[in-house]
């Protein structure tokens, strides 16, 4: 099992920046693929970014590309998420999550997730 714990979240206005970070606990954190996935009130839960075990590969969320950077450091067990251009409709609820074995947009295919972290942009 791992556990997972985002923090970074707050308020901030469009156009400023966040990073988030998902630090996991237990079994060993390269053995996991990770993703981030995010909620906004009244919505369903949506992919942002997922990457592999190493890090070399990424995927993104087309209203993303660009602004956003997934990326991990398996020395420090944790994966952060680099937000910059901060749009209103980028608020939301944002989780990290966990697999063995996949990295993509289906939140049905990862069996671990955090509590999340609310990210507010202000217009």
């Known amino acids: 099992q791992v556990q997972l714990v985002e923090s970074g979240g707050g308020l901030v206005q469009a156009g400023g920046s966040l990073r988030l970070s998902c630090a996991a606990s237990g079994r060993t954190f390269s053995s996991y693929k990770m993703g981030w996935f995010r909620q906004a009130p009244g919505k369903e839960r949506e992919f942002v970014a997922a990457?592999?075990?190493?890090?070399?590969?990424?995927y993104y969320e087309d209203s993303v590309k660009g602004r956003f950077t997934i990326s991990r450091d398996n020395a420090k067990n944790t994966v952060y998420l680099q937000m910059n251009s901060l749009k209103p409709e980028d608020t939301a609820v944002y989780y990290c999550?966990?697999?063995?074995?996949?990295?993509?947009?289906?939140?049905?295919?990862?069996?671990?997730w955090g509590q999340g972290t609310q990210v507010t942009v202000s217009s």
């Open positions: 999550a966990a697999s063995t074995w996949y990295s993509g947009s289906d939140d049905r295919k990862y069996n671990y």
């Open positions: 990457i592999s075990w190493s890090g070399g590969s990424t």
